[in-house]
């Protein structure tokens, strides 16, 4: 389910991950709870990175 951040829509996913891995302490972890591999689960994490990186740049 997208939430729209700025002119782009921000994936729940993308949150799902991060809150998988923070409450796990792994990436390895939080993919297995999630049901995805880990390299699935890192590539998640560079998408939400890009897109916050992205809107901190329009701020500036």
């Known amino acids: 389910?997208?939430?729209r951040s700025g002119?782009?829509?921000l994936d729940l996913g993308l949150l799902r991950a991060l809150v998988a891995i923070v409450d796990s302490?792994?990436?390895s972890i939080a993919a297995a709870r999630l049901g995805?591999?880990?390299s699935a689960i890192s590539m998640q994490?560079?998408?939400l990175a890009d897109a916050a990186l992205e809107r901190f740049e329009q701020r500036m």
Request: charged residues 25%.
């Open 45 to 47: 994490i560079k998408r």
């Open 1 to 3: 389910m997208p939430i």
């Open 36 to 38: 995805r591999t880990q």
């Open 7 to 9: 002119s782009r829509n």
């Open 25 to 27: 302490g792994s990436f």
